[in-house]
């Protein structure tokens, strides 16, 4: 297991956690020691949303520096996950959004431009998808399996950048709950299929 430290505006992480907005929207990002493709992602508007870069953990360099920091804060973005290193830390911390990397490292990324969007990827033990939802805090990430209802399901899932530590026990709540709606709903069915007897 791997230490994350998290480099974080603490104003920027409360503002995650104030208030049950759910409005945090995620987009995906899987690279591998290149910072071209991140770069792209947080020169467009962010309306709010949160970049999530997997960069395969790799602690050989940076994938995220000062500048498309900058651009994102300016851009309208909540916040940067990466599972890989930061560089820059001083100027990111400066900013008023949200970063939890791995590291910082001195290194510059690649700049080929390889990597893919829009795809599923799998960091500290668990699989993120893109479009899911996102709280970050200074305990932690909370991820939402599907936005619209998750201000009704808190906890589906935890990601905690700090420890590693992956909580499941609210998603296993609502697995029972649509487990025995659906145990009713099979139920009235049979129930209704009974024919009368008369
Ligand atoms: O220029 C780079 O590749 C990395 C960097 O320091 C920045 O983006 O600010
Ligand atoms: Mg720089």
Redesign the pocket.
Known sequence: MCNLVSYEHSSQYSRYTAGAQCSLDLVTLKVFED?VLA?EFLEEKGNGRVLVVDGGGSLRC?IL????AVQAQNNGWAGIVVNGCI??VDEINGCDIGVKALASHPV??N?KGIGEKHVPVYIAGTRIFDGEWLYGGTDGILLFWFPKWSCLFENIYELDLRSNIVSYQGGIVCLLLMGLCVLYLLHSCTVRSVPHAS
Do not use: E, I, Q, V
């Open positions: 910072n770069r940076a520096g000062g500048n498309p560089r820059d510059k990324a700049k």
